[in-house]
């Protein structure tokens, strides 16, 4: 089992962008599993806490995030999911991200995106990095066993739900939420799935996803989980903002990206939205960390499905 020192160690060399080894990730995930398990599905988080979006293993502008949102543990940070794929350093990410989890599991708080599953990581990318950096697929398994055991969702001070990717005509109530199993595979439809799938748009009601999973949902739909919630703000991420991030529906929703230039071409700002311990609303912008602060990755494009 991993130690406080091993975690230190840990957190150092992935901090350098240097992979541990298979032992040690093995170690790691399991630390991690036992914590994840006592988490409910809605997390229970308090303020000041520090939100972020999709980070998609662009391991310099998660260092850069780091700079510009304070280093854990002085900062708390509750993450919303996509933390691998797409990038060059899916693994560096995701196992730095375990190792603050493991090392300040009251400071760091991760919940599940739609990236975290075994089928979305065999096609974009995450599957083939494990295999081409340990030369087996036994570090992949660790960490999408990991995948199952993140919450679905937190609740910041009652107030401030966060979620990936958005609502579901399955889920009126944040209870039904707390009941869903959620040790599994990302189902391919039902309540869980749209938490991690769905999207927001300018519509009235529910709509069909172009993304062939999840659902669209308008600002009606918004109004009323919220009212009848008890909740001021929704927060999710889960689309690329160019801007960083967009607020929606009156202020009750936002959506927070957090992967600069995305996928090293699109030329987007980032962002992260910082809560006082009132709430009070702070988004701090930020762009890709310098060329000269990056390695130079060997890497094959992945395919691309909607950026």
């Known amino acids: 089992m991993a130690t406080h020192s091993d975690l230190d160690r840990h957190i150092e060399k992935l901090k350098n962008c240097e992979i541990i080894k298979e032992a040690e990730v093995k170690a790691l995930c399991q630390k991690a599993r036992e914590i994840l398990v006592d988490e409910p599905n809605v997390q229970v988080v308090y303020a000041p806490i520090t939100i972020v979006g999709d980070i998609h293993g662009q391991f310099y502008d998660l260092k850069e995030l780091l700079k510009v949102g304070g280093d854990v543990p002085d900062t708390n940070y509750l993450f919303m999911g996509d933390f691998v794929d797409r990038g060059f350093y899916s693994v560096e990410t995701f196992l730095l991200l375990l190792a603050l989890k493991a090392r300040y599991p009251d400071r760091v708080q991760l919940i599940r995106g739609n990236h975290e599953s075994r089928q979305i990581t065999q096609v974009y990318g995450f599957y083939d990095e494990c295999l081409r950096k340990y030369g ?35 889920i009126n109530s944040l209870d ?7 040790k599994q595979e990302v189902p391919h439809d039902g309540a869980m799935c749209d938490l991690l799938w769905s999207d927001p748009e300018d519509i009235d009601g529910w709509g069909l996803s172009p993304r062939g999973a999840g659902y669209l949902f308008g600002g009606d739909v918004v109004h ?25 529906f009156n202020d009750t929703l936002v959506t927070v990206w957090s992967a600069p230039n995305y996928c090293y071409r699109c030329g987007n700002v980032a962002s992260i939205l910082e809560l006082d311990e009132h709430l009070q609303r702070n988004y701090k912008i930020f762009e890709a960390a310098p060329q000269e602060a990056r390695g130079v990755p060997a890497k094959k494009p992945t395919p691309d499905y909607f950026l």
């Open 136 to 170: 087996s697929v036994n570090v992949w398994r660790y960490c999408t066993d990991v995948f199952d055991f993140l919450a679905l969702s937190a609740l910041v001070e009652g107030k401030v739900l966060t979620v990936h990717g958005g609502l579901s005509p399955s």
């Open 176 to 182: 039904q939420i707390r009941t869903i199993d959620r």
């Open 224 to 248: 009323q989980f919220n009212t009848s919630n008890k909740i001021e703000l929704i927060t999710r991420s889960h689309q690329l903002v160019m801007e960083g991030y967009k607020s929606m």
